[in-house]
């Protein structure tokens, strides 16, 4: 059933594409004005990192919009009321997956200069929203079947690379404990931050690296 509903909000999407009129522009780093971020908001440690990219990109004089979603029917506490965060749930979700809400419909008309798509994974309501998005220029990481993007950042090579080299390093570093389950998580998050920090710093290298 919910194959079923992804592959009917992917055709409903696709059949907006076709009535596509947008025009990309080439926009570089220095030259945004006005940046849109969207991100998988699902791990706390991921909120953390995009707070820290917010900050970089304030002290440059950016006016920046962040919308984070969670793949669960609760907002985390933490996420409330975050100044120039806006975040929305599986509760935002209609049937075939389609984000639903004021806040996402005014993210998707903004006109960002540049729409930094940094989600790790494929989660359809980010796509549509990547997708549907009035942004002159977007940029995000590879997933094949992706033509929503201007400028994709293919880092699957060195992802496993990082994986290889973390797995060394917590065999030689870590504890033995008997809670897998905690030491799993702790796992996951680590390669979330690795994976994401490098994927920031590869988009925002080729974005100062972009000519007009």
Known sequence: MDQIREY????????????????PQVCTINDAE?????????????????????????????????LGYVDSK???DNYLYRKGFDFFSKNELNWYYKP???????????????????????????????????????????TPGD?????????????QTMRSLHKEIIKDTRYKTEDEEIEADVDKKTEIEIQLNFLINQIMHYLSLLKK
Not at 8 to 20: C, I
Not at 147 to 159: F, G, N, S
């Open 34 to 66: 006005n940046i849109g971020i969207i991100y998988n908001a699902t791990e706390y440690v991921s909120f953390e990192i995009i707070r820290n990219l917010v900050k970089d990109l304030a002290h440059q004089s950016k006016k920046v919009t962040v």
């Open 147 to 159: 033509a929503c993007l201007d400028l994709m950042i293919d880092i699957e090579k060195e992802t």
């Open 74 to 76: 609760k907002l985390i």
């Open 8 to 23: 009917t909000g992917r055709r409903v999407l696709n059949n907006h594409l076709q009535n596509d009129t947008r025009h």
């Open 100 to 142: 639903v809400s004021s806040n996402i419909d005014e993210f998707i008309q903004e006109p960002f200069d540049l729409l930094i798509n940094l989600s790790l994974e494929d989660y359809f309501p980010i796509r549509y929203i990547t997708t549907l998005s009035a942004a002159t220029f977007k940029t995000g990481k590879f």
